[in-house]
């Protein structure tokens, strides 16, 4: 089979399964969620029930044009999954998911409600704070395989969570930012009775809304995806590992959420950026040094 074929089957699998995979997280998220503050829970397949109903809504919207950037926003989601999935080039892959968090910013700006208002500006913060950290992801698998290709980073000799220990570490903190966990979930709220009432998605509804969904379980794939990188090499049994640690980082993240309450935007952006600085840059200063 020619690599051509292979990235395409690639890309087309993770357009297919993702949403299935993805739905499923997010159904045992709330499950494990719930049994951690001795509940319950709904059903697995709850996800799946919930974005019928959001789909099957009579669509209204305050700007018509919150609707054309979410849009956009999960077409950059999916575009980043596909690329990666395809073997293409991790800053290509890092860039597109950065225009997808734009878009969604821009979907908040559109409206005039308050909390969709600040709600943007606090995921504009939240940009600003992980960003760094996944360009340094890109640059230390450059350093430490010699190529941006995603291809030729999952047959390295070895794994490269050995030379990238730090970059690790600082990808897994900006992870609770991403999957957007306590205590740096600021610019959504999941409870009414707190301050941001839906933040970025006050005035999202429907449709609409189940476009961010839809694109939230994708990118919540696509981020696995790259703690798996992490492992992957030429050898095989590298990905049962992968898998395992994937799974563990998703259930920490929860434990982590159910653990702590949310953090100011300052102190968030204040902590990303001194861990990355500590964790990352001195993890890519390492691989500089004795590449």
């Not at 020619?2 to 995979?21: E, K, P, Q, R, W």
């Not at 990188?229 to 920490?252: M, Q």
Request: aromatic residues 14%.
């Amino acid at each position: 089979m020619s690599d051509y074929t292979m990235n395409a089957a690639g890309a087309l699998l993770f357009l297919v399964l993702a949403l299935l995979i993805g739905g499923l997280l997010s159904g045992l998220d709330r499950i494990i969620s719930a049994r951690m503050q001795r509940r319950v829970g709904p059903p697995i397949l709850q996800p799946f029930y919930d974005f019928a109903k959001l789909w099957d809504k009579q669509p209204i919207a305050v700007n018509k044009a919150e609707g054309f950037y979410v849009f956009g926003f999960l077409l950059f989601v999916l575009l980043s999954g596909a690329f990666f999935f395809a073997g293409g080039d991790i800053l290509l892959v890092v860039f597109t998911l950065t225009m997808a968090s734009v878009c969604l910013i821009i979907a908040a700006y559109a409206t005039d409600s308050p909390f969709s208002q600040v709600g943007a500006e606090r995921e504009l913060a939240q940009t600003m704070a992980y960003e760094p950290m996944l360009l340094m992801v890109a640059l230390g698998f450059y350093l430490s395989c010699g190529s941006f290709t995603i291809g030729d980073i999952m047959r390295s000799d070895t794994m490269n969570i050995l030379r990238m220990p730090g970059i690790f570490l600082g990808f897994c903190y900006i992870l609770l930012i991403k999957f957007r966990k306590s205590p740096f979930d600021i610019s959504m709220s999941h409870e009414a009775h707190q301050e941001l009432i839906g933040g970025v998605k006050t005035e999202i509804s429907g449709r609409t809304l189940g476009m961010v969904e839809l694109a939230e379980w994708y990118e919540d794939v696509f981020l696995l995806g790259l703690v798996l990188l992490f492992f992957l090499s030429s050898s095989p049994w590298t990905l049962a590992l992968g898998l395992f640690i994937c799974a563990l980082v998703f259930f920490l993240d929860i434990l982590v959420d159910n653990s702590c309450a949310r953090m100011k935007w300052e102190k968030m952006l204040a902590s990303t950026w001194l861990f990355s600085f500590l964790a990352g840059f001195i993890n890519v200063a390492f691989l500089m040094y004795f590449r």
